[in-house]
């Protein structure tokens, strides 16, 4: 393998340091010891570590690895190779200012560096160190999906490295099988080497803000549903917030958070007259501050993380509505878990609240992405302080997802499935891609055959 004529890094466990650095992740239970971490730094790269890795009896896994935020183990490999596109991060805004070239390594955060100098914005993830790749490949709720839908929905060509090493431009006119895929149906098809994404104007300054809510009981929770209800009959797309259980520390009492946030919203108006009624039920921790750009909110939640625990497993479903029902059983499973051991209490349940109208004008077999019915989605996020722990928090992840599951479609009389970013690659491929499966097994057996692309929520045929 050292010896592949690659203008890239070939690292191994011999390569020291720079090695135990690849196999980073955003949470440590993601990272696996490869044989090789390939870091590409030209396309042309990629097709000789595939044919390498095919060629080696028996063929060497491939993973694939953009920004390394997924909690899974995907972008990793237990002995295998990992194609890590992190030196593949180039970004090019068009002349015209409608549409930007992004390679497949780059981070959100090298998008929106680029964006915000040229006062323009895309539909992106909330956080910075989120990578493209990962993010769009399994469909990309972002902040402004309000305005602009999912990430792929604003996907208007990619180009992918296919499991033989050819490389092909795909769209809605040129392979248009494979852009229906990978717009959805993650990154088993082929590694996407650049995404062209539709460029929108300004969206800002942006206003966000948190206010704290105590829980003293199931009526305090009752009341945030009610209100939530209630508020969401005037929202527009512009007014958005997630909703956190969690136990903020030094005192790590269990709260309601509330993170709201606003776009076009110059001096924090939209945001005072929007959410008013919020104030009621807790106090502002941090007051209405706009921020003239995304690449600025993308950070907003870095003190808060960098005191997170690393060991992180997140599940994650969509929802149909904030029913009082659903929020306050979940509230006491996540009460009753982080309250009876310390190293879980950083644990915490998310739920987002954006205008699902956009995303719901796309219909379920326009792209790979099952659900299009109005939704919002929510995360469980399983925090630990030891390795001892870890069960638990797996365990708690997927019991609660999987219990929000199964009560939305009780509340609502809609299965919506499971959320593909938040997948851990043991649910069932018809329960992600519903009736999508059988167009995606056809397009998985065209385009890899040999299953050489094998990580995720896999649809490829047993037979
Ligand atoms: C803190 C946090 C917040 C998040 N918030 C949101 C959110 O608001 N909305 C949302 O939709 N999701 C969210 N996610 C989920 C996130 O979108 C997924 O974890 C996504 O997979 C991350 O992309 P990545 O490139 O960093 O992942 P990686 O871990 O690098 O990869 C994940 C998967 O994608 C594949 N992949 C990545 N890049 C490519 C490529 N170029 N070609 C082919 N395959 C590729 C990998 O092989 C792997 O299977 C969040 C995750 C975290 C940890």
Known sequence: MESLQIKGAILSPSSGDAYTAALKRNSDL???RAAY????????????VLAYAAAQSPPLEVAVKGGGAHSSTWA??????????????KVTLAEDKQSISVQGGALWEDVYKVTSQANVDVVGAPLWFVGVGGFTLGGGYGPLSGEHGLAIDNLLSATVVLDDGRVVRTSAEEEPDLFWAIRGGGGQFGIVVEFVFKVHPYAGPFTGGLLVCPVADKADLAKISDLITEWKKAQTSAERFTLHFSRPPPEFKPCVLIFPSTLHDADGARAHDSFAPFLELGRPAL??????????????????LEHAPRRLAIRGTMFTDFFPELLGAVWDKWLEFTEGNADVRSSAVLWDCTVPDRIADVKPGDTALKTRVPHYWMAVQGRSTTDESVDACRNFTAD?????RAKNTELSGQDLGWLFNMCQGDEKPEDVFGENLPRLREIKDKYDPKNVFSRGVSVKSRT
């Open 37 to 48: 971490v390939v870091q590409p730094a030209t396309v042309s790269d990629i097709p000789l």
């Open 400 to 404: 609660v997802a999987q219990f929000v």
């Open 76 to 89: 990793s490999s237990e002995g295998g190779i990992v194609i890590d596109l992190s030196k593949l991060n």
């Open 30 to 32: 993601s990272t696996l």
């Open 287 to 304: 007051p209405f501050k706009p921020a003239p750009d995304f690449l600025t909110v993308s950070h907003a939640a870095d003190r808060a």
